[in-house]
């Protein structure tokens, strides 16, 4: 990982560039992800910052890579696994026994998240932080619909509980997302209005617990306000035992 300081008229797509990297999302979510809280940054780099740029080969151009073709790929990889971290839960490594339909499997797929896109990506706990494409603070989960099922705690610790797609609050309860961009006023902008437009979606079907579908990274909630809210860290750190997870629905 290198570490490089914001210059006045940076981009992320011209230090993508730079830096030999396939696609600027790379770089925005690698730095988001591996950053503190306070340097995270959602729009264009800010100049005085240190932007984390990652050296991993899956992310960079090869010489004989045109960027014609660089621009083609699509990327469905998992930023957090550049963490090396590879013994975090994920989706592909568990199976619920509950079994969806295949007309709705087919449909899900059709839509671009069937079960293919939740395969290496991991699941939601209580202590991720999630954001709003239009507010400013980035609050934690607070699970309300089970108090059953944690991912990688034996001990059944609160931050770890599994989020479902029933879990639509969050801590701060009140104005969790700080400020609402669509919401511009004389003195700056109003408060987050936070009010959920249904369950979040995107969730994995495969693996319910009490009857309700996990959440994992793709997983996204539309607020009637207008914002889109989706995972910023899915806050595990190490493995859980295929015991526990067969024990989500039961």
């Known amino acids: 990982m290198k570490n490089y300081i914001i210059q006045k008229g940076d981009t992320f797509g011209l230090l993508a560039k730079k830096f030999g990297l396939k696609d600027e999302a790379i770089l925005k979510t690698y730095h988001n992800l591996h950053c503190p809280k306070e340097d995270i940054m959602h729009e264009q780099p800010v100049p005085g910052k240190t932007v984390l740029i990652p ?19 699509e990327e469905e990889e998992n930023i957090d696994s550049m963490a090396g971290e590879d013994n975090w839960q994920t989706a592909k490594d568990e199976q619920s026994s509950e079994k969806e339909g295949h007309d ?25 932080t999630v954001q709003c494409n239009q507010g400013f603070t980035f609050p934690k989960f607070k699970v309300t619909s089970h108090e059953k099922h944690y991912w990688n705690d034996a001990e059944g610790h609160p931050d770890y509980l599994a989020v479902t797609e029933d879990d639509l609050q969050f801590d701060p309860a009140a104005q969790p997302f700080g400020q609402c961009k669509l919401k511009p ?41 207008g914002g889109k809210i989706t995972i910023l860290k899915h806050g595990q750190q190490s493995e859980i035992g295929k015991s526990q997870a067969s024990n989500a629905d039961t």
């Open 185 to 225: 006023s004389s003195t700056g902008y109003l408060p987050c209005a936070y009010a959920p437009a249904g369950k979040w979606q995107k969730t994995y079907e495969n693996v319910k617990v009490m009857g309700k579908s996990c959440l994992t990274e793709i997983s996204e909630l539309i607020c009637s306000t």
């Open 104 to 128: 709705q499997k087919e449909d899900n797929q059709n839509n671009g998240w069937g079960s293919d896109a939740h395969d290496g990506k991991y699941f939601i706990i209580q202590k991720a």
């Open 55 to 73: 050296e991993y080969p899956q992310f960079i151009i090869e010489e004989n890579q045109s960027q014609e073709e660089v621009e083609n790929i």
